[in-house]
């Protein structure tokens, strides 16, 4: 069974860098095609897709934000990590990592919740 | 990057009648790497759809998937009360992956 957990910071202030880690199981990110990937939600917003990582280390970003992340993983540690530099309050909402086959993000964590203000 | 975009908003509709909701992307998506998620207050996107008309793991078969290049649907047949939802369609063919705006099933 796939399982992942995001974990981080609820608040930060705004300028401040945020690194929000994806804790995973039931997966290896050492195994063929197997990738994950973060995607937020603005309070009452769409998704949007923020970054990918695949498993050979092949590293995708969203245009808009690409200056501003950076996205690696701990295989022996089943994590992944993404950092978000110079945070904003428009930066707000819920961030989700999930579960890659391939390029299709097929399961997803609960999602944790980040609040930009000072 | 390739936009879509959903229609309609919001669809207002009893339990028992049939939903048709449409995504449409600004260029063709590639092998119909196409997917619809729901999504409830609250809760994490699950996955429906992919490849544009595969039901994911434990789906009902009264949610159904179509289309091609540009233009798709995801029906839904015979709505439940527990389907009642926002509803997502997302291109994973090409890099942005981006995702439609939404569409909002909701309860007439």
């Known amino acids: 069974q796939i399982t992942l957990k995001e974990s981080g910071p609820t608040l930060v202030k705004p300028t401040q860098t945020l690194t929000l880690t994806c804790t995973f199981s039931g997966f290896s990110l050492s195994t063929n095609a197997v990738g994950v990937g973060w995607i937020r939600q603005p309070p009452g917003k769409a998704l949007e897709w923020l970054a990918f990582?695949?498993?050979?280390?092949?590293?995708q970003y969203s245009p808009s934000l690409k200056s501003r992340l950076t996205i690696t993983k701990d295989t022996s540690k089943n994590q992944v990590v993404l950092t978000m530099t110079n945070m904003d309050p428009v930066d707000t909402g819920t961030y989700f990592c999930a579960h890659g086959s391939g390029w299709l993000m097929d399961v997803w964590g609960k999602g944790t919740t980040v609040t930009v203000s000072s | 990057e390739n936009v879509l975009t959903q229609s309609p908003g919001t669809l207002s509709l009893s339990p028992g009648a049939s939903a048709s909701l449409s995504c449409r992307a600004s260029q063709g998506v590639g092998n119909n790497y196409l997917a619809w998620y729901q999504q409830k207050p609250g809760q994490a996107p699950r996955l429906l759809i992919y490849?544009?008309?595969s039901r994911a793991t434990g789906i009902p078969d009264r949610f159904s998937g179509s289309g091609s290049g540009t233009d798709f649907t995801l029906t839904v047949s015979r709505l439940e009360p527990e389907d009642f939802a926002v509803y997502y369609c997302?291109?994973?063919?090409?890099?942005?992956?981006?995702f439609g705006q939404g569409t909002k099933v909701e309860l007439k």
């Open positions: 490849n544009a008309s």
């Open positions: 997302q291109q994973y063919a090409t890099s942005p992956w981006t």
């Open positions: 990582i695949y498993w050979d280390d092949d590293k």
